[in-house]
Nanobody
C-alpha cells in the first residue's frame, strides 16, 4: 500500500503562483511514475505533469509546459505552478503508478493505482 498526502492548494489571483506538495509513504518501491492530475468541475480528470521515479524524466501537458515544474525530493513530489490562470482551477491529485511514465500514456488516470485525497486550487480572474 502507498499513502499519498497532498498540500499547498489555495486561492490566488490570475498570474499568481502556488507550490503543491505530495508526501508518499508505505510501499513506494513499485511506484515507477508519480504524477499530478487535476479535475475541474464537470470535466474529466486530466494529467498535468509526471516524473519518473527511477531517472527523474519529466512529462507535462501541453497547456502547462514552461509554466509548471514537477520535481522530486526523496519521497516528496512537488508541483511548482507559475502564472496561474482561471483555467488551472480544480482539484489537484497526486497519484502513483506501477507503470513507467511513457509517451503520453502518463496522463491517463487509469494507469494510477494510488491516489491522494486532493488539494483544491482556485484561480480568480
Amino acid at each position: 500500500q502507498v499513502q499519498l498526502v497532498e498540500s499547498g492548494g489555495g486561492s490566488v489571483q490570475t498570474g499568481g503562483s502556488l507550490r503543491l506538495s505530495c508526501v508518499a509513504s508505505g510501499s513506494t518501491g513499485n511506484s515507477n511514475c508519480m504524477a499530478w492530475l487535476r479535475q475541474a468541475q464537470g470535466k474529466e480528470r486530466e494529467g498535468v505533469a509526471a516524473i519518473a521515479t527511477g531517472g527523474g524524466a519529466t512529462y507535462y501537458a501541453d497547456s502547462v509546459k514552461g509554466l509548471f515544474t514537477i520535481s522530486q525530493d526523496k519521497k516528496t513530489i512537488y508541483l511548482q505552478m507559475n502564472n496561474l490562470d482561471p483555467e488551472d482551477s480544480g482539484m489537484y491529485y497526486c497519484a502513483a503508478s506501477p507503470y513507467y511514465c511513457y509517451g503520453d500514456r502518463w496522463a491517463r488516470a487509469e494507469r494510477y493505482n494510488y491516489w491522494g485525497q486532493g488539494t483544491q486550487v482556485t484561480v480568480a480572474s
